[in-house]
């Protein structure tokens, strides 16, 4: 875990005794460390085997224990030394975050770059605008930062970093999340499988774990000898024991676009369905890219509303504070106002598409409204038709069945 950040500690030495690089290769080669393994290690996190580590650390001249602690880990058997030891680390950890505190006071606000009734748009790097948003404040984030894949965004926006330098970054604006969320407030990330595995490893030690959703969608070309990428990750915490807004999502039962028969069977059940459709697992095969330009805002990645729709309002209630610190495109912004939760928003590059998208929302709400003929359905009004001219059941059936058995009863109670 963060081994990967051995390679800073490495550097930083090498500093320290005035090398330069060729240098610092040179006398890890001596300690039997060569180049390329140092540079996997920055690249992919492995862990090294115990003769390449027993090598870095002859170099740094620290024993295994000091190279865990500097790497932010307690060293493995050592934890009980920490429980019994806890008033003087509370002290050292709370000195060092009273600094934090009054540099967060000292923060002036900035102008926003466009603002609405519901919410404000601040242009700009999200870790410095973080620190005008007071702690405890924010309902739900939604975060789709860059994938470090080094696709093409606004000019000054980088997506190619080290994989330390990357994971660094994000820990950092993850941290500001936490700080910003409510008690109860829900925190969602969106990005590939390969990032969202080390995200979770920091989440679980500072949130409530609650589902790693998989967004199934294709992304990217078949890549020689591996399995061709199919799935965004969600992921979806709390903060505290449990969410203080939880709205369950349904969706309608998967059926033949053809003949409108459903695809698995739910034999003698069907009088059991809730008409409003099927609760939503945490395998969402529903989202589709937002490829078309009749709905694209910009050239460059975007969500699409519906995505955004069930996330929130899954997770507030009207009224509520949405942020999204990698506005993009504005999609969060967009669906936020139409269903009247307020908004913070920070983009480093091109605002002013997100500003034209929310002063004119009609091909939003169009979209919304598409999402909301599905939405809390057991049937969609055309899936029903097609059901009913092939001799299908659908779900007034049994409302009527049940209505008219409840009539019977009734009736029956009456006699
Ligand atoms: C994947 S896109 C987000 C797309 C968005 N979810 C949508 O639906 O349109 C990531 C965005 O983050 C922005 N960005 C990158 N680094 C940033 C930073 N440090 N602070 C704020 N925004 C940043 C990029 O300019 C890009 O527009």
């Not at 242009?123 to 939604?142: M, S």
Request: charge should be positive.
């Amino acid at each position: 875990m963060r081994f990967f950040s051995v390679f800073d500690i490495v550097k930083n030495k090498a500093n320290q005794l005035g090398y330069t690089e060729t240098e610092m290769y040179a006398s890890l080669k001596n300690h039997n460390v060569n180049k390329k393994d140092l540079l996997a290690y920055k690249e992919n996190g492995v862990i090294p085997t115990d003769k390449v580590l027993n090598g870095i650390l002859s170099y740094l001249g620290m024993t295994k224990v000091e190279l865990e602690l500097k790497l932010g880990r307690i060293p493995a058997g050592l934890e009980d030394v920490f429980l019994n030891h806890t008033k003087e680390i509370a002290k050292i950890l709370e000195d060092k975050n009273s600094v934090k505190l009054n540099e967060f006071n000292s923060i002036q606000e900035t102008k926003p770059y466009f603002y609405t009734d519901l919410g404000k748009l601040y242009n700009g790097d999200c870790l410095e605008l973080f620190k005008q948003v007071p702690d405890d404040n924010v309902d739900t984030i939604f975060a789709d930062p860059p994938f470090n894949l080094d696709k093409e965004y606004d000019e000054g926006v980088t997506d190619k970093n080290s994989f330390s330098g990357y994971l660094d970054w994000y820990y950092k604006w993850i941290d500001e999340c936490i700080r910003v969320l409510k008690p109860g407030g829900s925190l969602f990330i969106y990005n590939i499988p390969k990032w969202n595995t080390y995200l979770s490893g920091y989440l679980n030690r500072k949130l409530n774990f609650r589902n790693w959703i998989t967004v199934d969608m294709k992304f990217g070309l078949p890549i020689q000898n591996r399995l061709y990428p199919a799935n965004y990750s969600l992921l979806y915490y709390v903060k505290g024991d449990k969410p203080k807004t939880f709205n369950v999502q349904r969706i309608p039962l998967q059926t033949c676009p053809h003949c409108g028969r459903e695809i698995k069977d739910y034999g003698g059940y069907k009088n059991k369905m809730n008409p409003k459709g099927v609760t939503l697992s945490d395998v969402w095969s529903d989202i589709y890219p937002v490829r078309h330009s009749s709905s694209k805002n910009r050239k460059f990645n975007e969500l699409s509303v519906k995505l955004l729709d069930r996330i929130i309002t899954m997770s507030t209630n009207e009224g509520d504070v949405v942020l999204d610190p990698f506005g993009g495109s504005g999609t969060t912004f967009a669906v936020s106002e139409m269903l009247g939760r307020k908004w913070i928003g920070f983009e480093l590059g091109n605002c002013e598409i997100i500003k034209e998208r929310l002063e004119n929302k009609d091909k939003d709400r169009k979209l919304l409204d598409k999402v909301y003929e599905e939405k809390n359905k057991l049937f969609p009004d055309k899936v029903k038709e097609l059901r009913k001219k092939n001799g299908l059941w659908i779900d007034d059936d049994f409302r009527q069945d049940n209505e008219e058995n409840s009539e019977g009863d009734k009736k029956k109670r009456k006699q």
